[in-house]
């Protein structure tokens, strides 16, 4: 096997464990390490709950005596002093004598420290191995550091012919316990599930993650009610202290009740809006960026999932199919997107399709043409 081949195996192995760090460490990126010498494993290690310790660290602690080791890591090493000394003069007082990355780190904090600390301690740096995948890896990590907002995943369950629920505003259950169970999954590996006040009063969920054994790492619940109108009486409302919950709504509101929903618990976040009172999405996503979010999966409801794709924000497309029809009366997947020609119209890639349960999931990117 050419060394090129082994760089890049290596590599995947330390991106799979960079993926069980995924919705638990913001405002961290998921980074994965391993540490090898003559073709053998020595140890590794993912970054940890809260973002500590590093990939590299725990990797350095598994493998006792690194020296003369490569040491292949998913994203550049931190050059900074934070709550733990930087990664990168870490690997150097292991003696490890060559790093591999996968990714560039645009952190300012980083952005080309790491690799400068290594090399002038006479470390060989390979770079860019793997990058795409690692880039696709920490696609919100990166969009937070470069334009200031998270990675937005749209969610969204219907009908074979393109409704989320019956004439009634009957929804539950679409979809089988299969792809609900995967959704849970879904809200595992990310930093917050994100709804409007609509669907959050028609179907008073808890957005927390079961039947997974990580009810330890739910996501904080982010709701969009521009005028605090969602009932104090509701789930999420009751159970404000236990799960991290935020609301997104517009300034100017009753301070009495402002006070109500911060005494119970909950995070209110005021957001910019239009003159018809609606939240303004970009600023929501700046917003959010700010408090350290990377990666928000957003289950909907219709009309905020056409304003999110509207908005561009929607940086993954993930769709569950069920085999039934409703028919035209019902709930429409999408609500209006005023698309007058089809060469306006929003447009994706499809990247995977498959059978969960007797459902079909599809994952989709935009268009980049």
């Not at 709550?83 to 690997?91: I, Q, R």
């Not at 780190?105 to 995948?133: F, H, M, N, W």
């Not at 700046?286 to 561009?312: D, F």
Request: contains cysteine; charged residues 25%; hydrophobic residues 40%.
């Amino acid at each position: 096997m050419s060394d090129h081949a082994q760089d890049e195996r290596w590599m995947r192995l330390a991106l799979s464990l960079a993926q069980r760090g995924l919705g638990r460490v913001w405002p961290n990126p998921a980074v994965g390490c391993v540490i090898v010498k003559d073709g053998k494993l020595l140890g590794r290690g993912w970054t940890q709950s809260g973002g500590r310790p590093h990939a590299e660290t725990e990797a350095l602690a598994q493998a006792g005596d690194a020296k003369g080791a490569t040491a292949y890591v998913t994203l550049e090493p931190c050059a900074h002093h934070g709550e733990t000394p930087p990664c990168a003069s870490a690997l150097v007082k292991a003696g490890i004598a060559r790093v591999v990355s996968a990714l560039d780190d645009p952190d300012s904090r980083v952005a080309g420290q790491g690799y400068k600390i290594l090399r002038d301690a006479g470390v060989e740096v390979t770079e860019d191995v793997l990058v795409d995948a690692a880039a696709d890896l920490n696609q919100g990590f990166l969009l937070n550091r470069t334009i200031g907002r998270p990675m937005f995943t749209l969610k969204m369950a219907s009908s074979i012919d393109g409704r989320i629920a019956t004439a009634s505003g009957e929804s539950r259950w679409i979809t089988g316990p299969e792809a609900r169970r995967h959704v849970h999954l879904m809200r595992a590996k990310h930093d917050a599930v994100l709804i409007g006040a609509g669907t959050a009063r028609a179907d008073d969920p808890l957005l927390d993650v079961r039947d997974m054994g990580l009810s330890n790492d739910n996501p904080v619940r982010i709701i969009l009610d521009g005028g605090l109108s969602l009932s104090l009486t509701s789930r999420l409302a009751q159970t404000a202290k236990d799960v991290p919950l935020w609301i997104c709504h517009r300034a100017g509101l009753d301070k009495a009740r402002r006070k109500t929903w911060e005494e119970i618990g909950a995070t209110l976040i005021e957001v910019a809006h239009s003159d018809t009172g609606e939240l303004d999405l970009a600023d929501m996503a700046i917003q959010l960026g700010k408090r350290g979010l990377t990666r928000v999966l957003c289950e909907g409801g219709g009309h905020l999932a056409s304003s999110m794709i509207a908005a561009e924000l929607v940086d993954t497309l993930v769709t569950f199919t069920a085999g039934l029809a409703i028919g035209s009366e019902g709930g429409a997947v999408f609500g209006p997107l005023q698309i007058d020609a089809l060469a306006d119209a929003p447009r994706f890639d499809l990247v995977q399709s498959r059978t969960v349960g007797h459902d079909i999931m599809t994952t989709w990117k935009p268009n980049a043409r």
